[in-house]
Structure formats: C-alpha cells, structure tokens
T-cell receptor, first 114, second 116 residues
Framework: DAGVIQSPRHEVTEMGQEVTLRCKPI?????LFWYRQTMMRGLELLIY????????DSGMPEDRFSAKMPNASFSTLKIQPSEPRDSAVYFC????????????FGEGSRLTVL | AQKVTQAQTEISVVEKEDVTLDCVYE???????LFWYKQPPSGELVFLIR??????QNEISGRYSWNFQKSTSSFNFTITASQVVDSAVYFC?????????????FGDGTTLTVKP
C-alpha cells in the first residue's frame, strides 16, 4: 500500500510568494495532520482534520497560513505571503480512526524562504 | 499539562554496543498513551511502538526493547547490538485518551549516531 504522499519534497521561494504544499493521505484513514518541524521548536501540530473537517487549527501560526481538505484523498497547506521564518520541514500525517492510533508520516516538504 | 522530556540530545556509540534512549513524561491523567517514532536521515517519521498506561509489561521486538515504568514516569527505549542503520533521531510522544494521537506531545528527540 502507498504511504502518505507529499509534494513538493523541496521548495525554495522568495519572501512574499505564495507556497502550496500538498498531501495525499493513506486511503481509509480518517484523520489528517499537518506538522511543522524546526530546530528551534521541534515538531509542532499546525492543524488536523477528521473526515475532511478541520477540527483544531490552534497551531496555525498566523492568518498567512491556511489548510484545506476538499476530499478524503487530498489536502493542501498554503502560506501567503511567505516569510523567511516559515522555513521548515512540513509533514503531513494520517491516522486510522480509532483512539490513539499511530501516525503515518509523509516524507515531508522542505521549505526555504529567502 | 503534559510534557515529554528526552534529556539526551545526542548519543554516539560504536556498532554492536547497546544503547538506551531515555524518555520521561509528565501528565495528570491516569490513562494515556506513549509512543516512540524514528526519523532516519531520509526524513520521514516512522512509528515504532504504542503503549497504554495500563500495560506496564516490557516489550521486545528483535533488537529493540522498551521499559515502561509508571513509578518513575519513564518509557525508555533500548537498542541491543546497535547497527549503523539505527542512526536516526528518535522521538518519544504522549497523548491523552479521547483524543487522536495526532494531538500528541512530542519530546525534542534524541539523535543517535552509530559508528562502524
């Protein structure tokens, strides 16, 4: 079975540009998560969805960040406008729909904002 | 509030040595779940184990073993006869019941380097 698929793997952009990260979760998983990983702050949960509905977006740092899940097989995380401090590895993860199900992570999207 | 502490930032061992990664957690709940994940150099995090707070039995899986002690709030991870492929960042995580594991609190990770 295919795992969580993220694209792009690497993105280099200039400050002020719009960035869109994409994720395809594992089929049948009810939960989808967006995490950000930096050296300074470690792994941070940005937002998560249950059955395509955003449940908790309290980790989204600013209004510049937005996430959507239009269907069960696709989600996007958008940053507009991007800033250098947004540089990080962004992970998408999915999880089965039972309590404390383990997370299945994608390979991450490494974002560099110049 | 919940907190996970991985006091060892970096560990370096020589191949075939045994190594233990420490994880200490804080929670006021009596029911909770603990996890270990591995992040190899390729970048993706890989699930290793889940343990609930009512199951204090230690677990062994090949060269990996986990020691869960509620009395000391620890969930330590031991790799026996380490190999170069074990080089990775290892994360311990904690979550409350009735929440999804995605709301886990992660430790800062321990970077393990196994030298040939």
């Amino acid at each position: 079975d295919a795992g969580v698929i993220q694209s792009p793997r690497h993105e280099v952009t200039e400050m002020g540009q719009e960035v869109t990260l994409r994720c395809k979760p594992i089929s049948g998983h009810d939960y989808l998560f967006w995490y950000r990983q930096t050296m300074m702050r470690g792994l941070e949960l940005l937002i998560y969805f249950n059955n395509n509905v955003p449940i908790d977006d309290s980790g989204m740092p600013e209004d510049r960040f937005s996430a959507k899940m239009p269907n069960a097989s696709f989600s996007t995380l958008k940053i507009q406008p991007s800033e250098p401090r947004d540089s990080a590895v962004y992970f998408c993860a999915s999880s089965p729909g039972f309590e404390a199900g383990e997370l299945f992570f994608g390979e991450g999207s490494r974002l560099t904002v110049l | 509030a919940q907190k996970v502490t991985q006091a060892q930032t970096e560990i370096s061992v020589v191949e075939k040595e045994d190594v233990t990664l420490d994880c200490v957690y804080e929670t006021r709940d009596t029911t909770y779940y603990l996890f270990w994940y591995k992040q190899p150099p390729s970048g993706e995090l890989v699930f290793l184990i889940r343990r609930n707070s009512f199951d204090e039995q230690n677990e062994i899986s090949g060269r990996y073993s986990w020691n869960f002690q509620k009395s000391t709030s620890s969930f330590n991870f031991t790799i026996t006869a380490s190999q170069v492929v074990d080089s990775a960042v290892y994360f311990c995580a904690l979550t409350y019941p009735n929440t999804n594991a995605g709301k886990s609190t992660f430790g800062d990770g321990t970077t393990l380097t196994v030298k040939p």
